[in-house]
C-alpha cells in the first residue's frame, strides 16, 4: 500500500508540470515516473533518486571537477547545479522520443576562482527500457594544470544500503571482472585496491541486473564508509594521466563523455505524458 | 611425422604444402663474437682507436699524445664553470711555467686518458674530482706567413683552460665536442714552446656521474693549415632539387672580403657526382648549391658517405664527410604521422647503446698502455656497433646520463649505418647538489640553461653526420622533480629553438625522452615516451593496452598522431651475471642450502644492495639466483626482449619505434663480463680467457625481433591443450629498403628435436617498409606431447632462409589428463555459484563439475564436519566466511583439509591470524620453490607459469603475505618497497591433523583451455582427494584460534545511548597541562577535534552519535583518572538507559596505557532495572589498547584514525538481554586514561539484514 501512494504522488506533478509538445522546460525539481520506475530532474540537469519499485538504486547523477589544478585559489570544486550561468537556449527541457524522454541542457558551470570554468551540453534519453543514456559534451574555460583527473567528471552516486549483500560485478580497464558482495562492514574496503572499471552490474534479483557503463574504460570507484560516508561512487572520467604527472588542458580543449545506465526493471516501463504546464 | 587432419585441415586456407625442413640458427651463448658473426674478423681494426675528421692532404698534423706531465688537484664543490676565470685554482701558472717539469708533485701521466679514476696504492680504485694541471714541451713545426698553427683537442674538460709560453690561449666548456686554440701569434716556427692545460671537473649530484671521464680524455693534436680556410662547414641534402647547400665560416674574412671558392662533392668510390665555382663575398656565412648527379642515398642499411672538398682562393679549406639523406615526419596513408628516411618509413629498431659501463673502473685506473681503458681502443667500439649490426639494430640511443659519446662514435655510426638518438643531458652537469627523485631540483633548468652553448656547439660539430638521427635534449626532465610551479618548459623551448636554428637537417626533437607525453607545452616533433609498463612483472597484454592508450594520450595532447617511440623500456641482462650478484649479496643463500626464513630476510631487506636484488627479481625472475639453468635464461630473454620488442614492432599502427634499457655488454662484454652495478667481485665463470668480445643470448633475440624482413605471430597465449586452436595474428614486415617476396613455413619442433607438421605457403610479396597483419588461428595438433614445443616460423626464398623466428609453447597432451579422483565427500563454499549465478561466471563449481568429481554446494558451514574436504571457490571471501573462522579452524584441527582458490579481494584468512590474502601488483611470472611438490606435477617447468591466456596475462589478481608456508612467490610491487617486492601466491601449511592450500593463481576462468592451469588444478584436486600430506606443507605456528571478532550492527537495529549529561570534556584542547580546553590536556596536537560528529559508523561497522560539543556546554566524551592525569575523576556519573539491549557497543579510547596484557584499563558497570549488576571489564590488547598508533584486536575494532591517533569500538554480549538495562556506569582501573565517547545498543530481536530480495 505504501508504495502505491508513494508512486501517484509522484506522477501527479509529472503530469501537471510536462508538456506534451516538442519540448517543455524544466524550471525546478520533477519527478518523472515511468511506471516501472521513476527518477527526479531539477532545473540544471541533475538527476537525482533513480528508483525501480519504490526502491533508490541511484541517488544522483551530476558533472563534477575536484577542482585540482594547479594555482588554485578558494573553494575550486565545481559542482552541476551551482554557480551556473545558462547559456542563450541552453535551459533545461524535456521533449518525448521515441521510445523515451529526453533531456538536454547546456550551461557554463564555475567555481569561486573560474565563474566560467567548463561549459557542458548534457543530453539524457530516459527510455521505456530502463536504459538511461547520458551524454556530457564538455568544454575547457579555461587554460588549467590538471593535478590529477583531468576534465570533470560525470559522477554517479549509490546509496550503500541499496547494494549490501547484493552480488556486485565490476570489470575493470583490462576486462577482467571482480566479484564484491558488500557487506555492512567499511572495513572490507580497507586494503582492497578497487579497480578503474569499465562496467559496474550490480545483481539486483536473478536476472534484474543495474548495468553501468562508461565511454572510457576509467571509472573510478569509490566506497565512501572509508571515511565515513555511506555511498557508492562511480565517476566517469577521461583517460587519466600517470599518477603524479601534471596534465595541461587548455582553453577550448573538448571531452564527451558517454555514461548508460540500465536499470534492473521487473517490466515495461511508460512514458509519462507530457503536458503544458499549468499556467 | 605427418601432420595432423586438423592441422592440414587449418592450413588449406594458406594453401599448404609440405616444405623442405628448416632448422633455427644456433644461438651459443658466451661465444665470442668473432666465431660466431659471419665477416666480424675482417671487420675487426684492432688497430683503431680515436678518428678524426678528414682534413685537406696539404695540412700537416703532428700528435701531441704521450706522457705529460700532470698536476693533481682535488676539489669536491660544486664549481660554476662559466663563474671563473682562467686563475681559479691552486697553481699559479705563471709558477709552472717558471719551474717546468721539475714543478713540485708533477707526475707522469698518459694523454689522452681520464682523469676520473685513480688507482690507489693499496689497489682500489678512487673517483676522482678536480684539477688537472698539464704540461708538457714540444717543438713548433714550421709554418710559413699564409699559414696558422692550431692547437687542437679532440675533447678535454670539463672546462679547459690552455696556455703557451705563458700566454693565455682561451677556455672551453665541456668535454664533447673537438676545439682548438690558435697559436700562430703565440709560437715561433721551429722554436721549443711549453704548453699548460689546466682541466677542471668537480662532480654534482648524481653518483653515476662519477663515471664521466674527464681531463684530457682524447688526442691532442697540433695542425698546420693554410691561413684562409674554412671553419663551421655545414651541408644539406636538398632531396626536392638534387643538390646540395653548403655553408660555411671563413677562418678571415676581414683579410680578404672576397674570393674564388671551388668545391667538388665524390662519392663512396671517389667518383666525382657535382662540383661549383664561384667568387664568393666571404663574409658572414656564405651559401652555395652544388647540383649532384645521382647522389646514393645513405641508410643504415646501404651508409653510403660522400666528401666534399671546399676550396678557398685556390687553397683547400676544408674537408667534409657526409651522407645524402633526409629524415623526415611524414603523414602516412594511415593518418599518422611517421619517420620517413629517404621517403620510406623508418621503423627505429633501438639500442640503447652506453659504452661506457663496459669497462670496469679497475680496468679504467689503468694506462692504456698497460690495457686500460680508451675511447675505441683496439677497436672495441667498432666491434661492439659490429654486434650491433648482428642484432639488426638501425637505430642507437646511447643514454647519456653518464659519458657522452664523442665524435668518433659518429664517424664510426656514419661508416657502418646507424642513426643515434642524441640524448643530451646538460641538466646534469652544472649545480646538482640534490638527489635524484627529491623535489626542488630546480638547479637543473639552471644546469640546462648554462649548458645550452655547449649543446649548440656539439650540434654544429655532428651537424654534417648523416648518423645524427634524432635529438632528445635531457633524459627524464619531470615537472614534479622541481618545485611547485616550476616546470622545464621554457628551457626545453630555447633548446628546440636552437636546434632549429642551427640544424639545417631539421631532426626531429622529441623535448625530453621519458617525458611523459601528458606533461609539459614545450614543442616536440615526436613523442619518446620511455615508460617501463609491462617489464617488471607485467604481461605482454598489458603492453599491448599501454601501447594503445598511449597512442590516445598523444592524440589527445598534442591534437596529433606524432610519432611514437619507446627508446628506453624494459630492462634485460644477461642472466647468468645475476645469480653470480645474487649469491655475492646474500652468500648464505647458496642454491643446495635452501632457507626461506633467510631468503624472506634477503628479500625483505631494505638495503640498496638488495633492491638491486629485487630489482633483478622483477626482470629476471627469482629462480637464477638459486640455479643456472641455460634453458631458463635462454627463456627469459626470449620473453624479455624478443617478445617486448616484437609487440612494439607488430603494434606499428600504434608505434615508430622501440628500444630496450639494455647495454651494450648485455649483448656483448669486452673486458668487464663481471657487471655489477658499481660493486667489484669475482669474475663470473664459465668465461672465455682473453679479451674477446663474447656474446651472451639476448643477441639472438634482438636479432630475431629486429630482423627487417619478419613474420610474427601475435598470440593470444602459448598454453594450449594439444588439440585446441590458439587464437593468433600473422604480421608480416618488410622494413628493408627493397620490395621482398617470399614463402611462409612453419613447423613444430618437439623436445625429441625432431620437425612435425611443417606446412608453407608461398607467393607472399611486400612492397619496401609495407606490412601485413591477417587473423591467423593455429590449430594445435593433437599428438603433440606434453611440455615445450617450438612453434618455428621461417620465410624463404627459392628453397633459401631469409629470416626466421619461433615461439615456445608449453603444451598439455589430453593424454596426459585426470580422469580419475580419489572418492571423498566434498563440500564447495562458491558464491559464483550460488550467490552470482546471475552474471554467468565460470565458478570452481563449474570445474568440479567438468572432472565429474561430486561435491555439494554449501552455503554455511553448520554440516563441515561432514567433510574430509572442503573447497572454498574462487571469489567467495564473504561475511559468512569471515565469520566462520572459528568453526574452520577446530574442523581443520581435526583433520579437514581445505584449498582457497583465487580471490579478487584482500582479506584476512579467518581460521588463520598467520596469513593474508593481499592486493599489490598483479604479474605475469609465478616461480615455484618446490616443483617436488604434487601440485607441480608435469608443470615443474616454471616457462610453463607466464603470462596465459585472459585476465590480461596476469597469473593472478591478489597474492599472499610472504612467510614460510610459501610454495610459490612472484615480484609483486616495485623493487625499492622491501616489504611488499615479493609475496606468496600458492602456500601450503598443516594446522593440527589437517592442511589448507591457499592458491590465488587465476583459474576458473582458465580452465580447460590453459594446458598449465587445467594440470594445476587437477593436480591440486587430486593431492587433496587423496590422503597423503605434502612434506612441504608448513606446520601453522600458533594453532590457537585467535581470530578477530566482526563486530558489526546495522543501523536499523541501533539504538543510542544519550551520554549528554554524563559527559565531562571537549574533544579540543588548546594547550598542554593548563588545566583548561578537553580531552586530556595534552593539547592540539593530541585531542580529537577532527572526528566527525553526529550519527557516524565511523570507519567501523557500528553506528555511533557523537555529542557535538558546541551543542553540549563545551562536552562530548567522559575522560577519568589515569597515569599523568590524576585530577580527572575516577568513576563517572550513572548514564540513563532504561531499555533492553542484546548487546552494548562502547566508542572509547586509553592514554599512558600502563596496563599488563589482559589487565582491565576501564570497567563498564551494568545495572539492570532489578538492581543485579553486571561488569565489563576492558582488557587491554583484547577490548582496547593505547590510541597511539592503534591496532585492531579481538574485541576493540580501530574505527576512526586520525594520523596516529586512534578510537575502538568495542562490544559487550548482554547476558540478561530479557532485562532492562537501568544504566552504565564507567570506572577508571588506573592503568590508563580511559575516554568514553559513545554506546550503542543492539536492539533487541531485531532483523539484521534485508532479506528482502
Known sequence: ?279 | MKPSRKTLAALALFGGMLMAEFTLEPRESYVPAKTRIPGFEAARRPEEGFLFAPVPDSWKVTPLDGRWRVLLATHEAAVDYLAIDEHFGPVKIADLFAQGDAYPGLISFPVPWSLSFQKQADGTVKEFRGFGYYTREFEVPAFGKDQALFLCFEGAGWRTDAWVDGQYLGSHQGPFASFEFDLSKAVKPGAKARLVVKTLHTRYGLSYLGDLDVGIIAPVRLMVRDALHAKNVRVKPDFANGSLQVRFVASNPARLPAAPVSATVEGPRGERLGSFKGNLPLAGEPIFSIPLANPQPWSPENPALLTLKLYLGGHPAAVVRFGWRSLEIKAGEDGRQHFMLNGQRLYARGFEFDTCWNFRKAARALPIEEGGWGYNRAGWLREALLVMKFANVNVLRPHSMNNFHGETFYRLCDELGFLVNLDWNGSQYHFSPVQKGQRGQDHRIESLEKTLPSFREVLARLHNHPSLGFISFGNELYDWELSPGRTYDPVLTQYYEAQKAGDLWNRPASGSSGRPVYAGRAPVDFVDHHQYIGVYYGSWQEVRRYLRETRSMIQDRFGAALPFVNYETGDVADFRVHAANFLEWAPDLRKDVFDKALFIRNVQDKSDIKAWARLAFNTGGLRPYLCALPEYRARKSDLMVKRYLELFRVNRDLTDGVSLNTMSFTLASVVDPDYRSGTGGPRVQPWPDGSDLVLTDPVYRFRAAFSPVQAFLDLEHAHPIAGQTVKASLVLVNDSEKGASFDLSLQWRGPDGKARAPWVKGGFSLAAGAHLRQAFPIEVPADLTSGKQVLEVYLSSAGVKISENSYDFYMLSPRDRRTRFPAKKVAVYDLVASRFAGFGMASTKGMLEQLGIPHDLITNFERLAEYPVLLIGANSFDAGLMKSGEALHRWLLAGGRLAVFEQTTGSAVPWSPEDRITVLGKSSFVEHWYPKHPLFRGIENEMAWESPAGRNGALFDTCLELNDSFLSVAAVAHFQDASSAVKAVITDRRLGKGEYLLSMIGTAERFGKDGTITRYVENLLDYLLGDEISPYAVPAKNTGFLAQKVIALAKEDAEFVDLRAAVNRGFADEKAADGEGGWTDYGRDSDMRAIPLGVTPLSGLVPFTVIDPSRNGGRSCLVLRGPTREAFPAEGPKIAVGRKFEKLFFLHTFMYVKASANEPIVEYLMTYDDGKTERFPVKKGVDGGDWWQAKDLPNGATVYRDGDKGLYASEWVNPNPKKAIASIQAFATGKAIPILIAVTGKKKFAQTIDKEE
Open chain 1, 1 to 279: 500500500m505504501k508504495r502505491s501512494r508513494l508512486r501517484l504522488w509522484t506522477l501527479a506533478p509529472a503530469v501537471a508540470i510536462l508538456a506534451w509538445c516538442t519540448a517543455a522546460p524544466v524550471t525546478r525539481s520533477l519527478p518523472l515516473d515511468f511506471g516501472a520506475y521513476s527518477v527526479k530532474v531539477d532545473a540544471f540537469g541533475v538527476v537525482k533518486d533513480v528508483s525501480v519499485d519504490g526502491r533508490v538504486w541511484i541517488s544522483l547523477v551530476h558533472l563534477i571537477d575536484t577542482g585540482n589544478y594547479e594555482g588554485r585559489v578558494g573553494n575550486t570544486r565545481v559542482w552541476q547545479g551551482e554557480k551556473e550561468i545558462e547559456v542563450a537556449g541552453g535551459a533545461t527541457s524535456l521533449e518525448r522520443v521515441d521510445g523515451g524522454l529526453r533531456l538536454t541542457r547546456s550551461a557554463l558551470v564555475g567555481n569561486a576562482q573560474y565563474p566560467d570554468f567548463v561549459a557542458y551540453r548534457e543530453t539524457l534519453v530516459l527510455g521505456t527500457n530502463g536504459l538511461l543514456e547520458f551524454e556530457y559534451l564538455l568544454t575547457m574555460r579555461q587554460d588549467v594544470v590538471y593535478l590529477s583527473f583531468a576534465f570533470p567528471q560525470i559522477r554517479v552516486s549509490l546509496p550503500m544500503p541499496a547494494l549490501l549483500d547484493r552480488p556486485i560485478r565490476l570489470v575493470d580497464k583490462d576486462e577482467i571482472p571482480s566479484l564484491f558482495t558488500f557487506i555492512d562492514d567499511p572495513k572490507q574496503m580497507k586494503g582492497t585496491r578497487l579497480p578503474w572499471v569499465q562496467a559496474f552490474d550490480l545483481l539486483v534479483a536473478p536476472l534484474r541486473i543495474l548495468s553501468i557503463r562508461s565511454s572510457f574504460p576509467t571509472i573510478s570507484v569509490s566506497d565512501s564508509r572509508a571515511w565515513g560516508g555511506n555511498d557508492f561512487d562511480l565517476r566517469s572520467s577521461g583517460p587519466l594521466p600517470e599518477w603524479k604527472e601534471k596534465f595541461p588542458v587548455v582553453r577550448g580543449a573538448t571531452k564527451k563523455i558517454d555514461l548508460s545506465i540500465q536499470l534492473p526493471l521487473a517490466r515495461a516501463a511508460v512514458v509519462p505524458a507530457l503536458q503544458e504546464p499549468a499556467p
